[in-house]
T-cell receptor, first 112, second 113 residues
Framework: EAQVTQNPRYLITVTGKKLTVTCSQN?????MSWYRQDPGLGLRQIYY???????DKGDVPEGYKVSRKEKRNFPLILESPSPNQTSLYFC???????????FGPGTRLTVT | EDQVTQSPEALRLQEGESSSLNCSYT??????LFWYRQDPGKGPEFLFT???AGEEKEKERLKATLTKKESFLHITAPKPEDSATYLC??????????????FGSGTKLNVKP
């Protein structure tokens, strides 16, 4: 079954404690992306990757890091989380440049 | 600045009462406009892609249309299972931002039986 998986699904942490949210896809897609979703603001793109070792900033990259060492994985790293990073995070994948995206189930992060 | 605005924020319909959702956009050259459906607690699910003004796409009770400044998602004779949040997104054509996607904040549709 084609799917995008994210882990963990729920996370409560404290300010400054480094964390990683994993994203994995089994569709052999080249394009992967991270979004955060906040009430009234919609989905905002954090980072995206066109292929292995190729990543670039989206609209709200501050406070986040990503890496793409393998085609199937695209982890999101928060080196020093702050309360304003409390949000619902989605990983998405796509086949190409102008194409629909397939979203993971989401990770709800709370930073206290 | 690339921007997507959806209206209304929320829409309540009776079963069978047709209506339209609006997505207006400003983008430096449109590469594609996308509609997604999002159910509570889940990730967005792809519905349609539109590429040029005048294009239309249909799927069951949903029909998406595109002009140079906006897109409409028409819902004909909706059923309670159509209740969800509908998201619009655009992809710009520019050299430096064609891999970026800009989403609206969505329209929450509630269809009552």
């Amino acid at each position: 079954e084609a799917q995008v998986t994210q882990n963990p699904r729920y996370l409560i942490t404290v300010t400054g404690k480094k964390l990683t949210v994993t994203c994995s896809q089994n569709m052999n897609h080249e394009y992967m992306s991270w979004y955060r979703q906040d009430p009234g603001l919609g989905l905002r793109q954090i980072y995206y990757s066109m292929n292995v070792e190729v990543t670039d900033k989206g609209d709200v990259p501050e406070g986040y890091k990503v890496s793409r060492k393998e085609k199937r994985n695209f982890p999101l790293i928060l080196e020093s989380p702050s309360p304003n990073q409390t949000s619902l995070y989605f990983c998405a994948t796509g086949t190409g440049l102008a194409d629909e995206q397939y979203f993971g189930p989401g990770t709800r992060l709370t930073v206290t | 600045e690339d921007q997507v605005t959806q209206s209304p924020e929320a829409l309540r319909l009776q079963e069978g009462e047709s209506s339209s959702l609006n997505c207006s956009y400003t983008v430096s050259g449109l590469r594609g406009l996308f509609w997604y459906r999002q159910d509570p607690g889940k990730g967005p699910e792809f519905l349609f892609t539109l590429y040029s003004a005048g294009e239309e796409k249909e799927k069951e009770r949903l029909k998406a249309t595109l002009t140079k400044k906006e897109s409409f998602l028409h819902i004909t004779a909706p059923k309670p299972e159509d209740s969800a949040t509908y998201l619009c997104a655009v992809q710009a054509r520019g050299i430096y931002n064609f891999n970026k996607f800009y989403f609206g904040s969505g329209t929450k549709l509630n269809v009552k039986p």
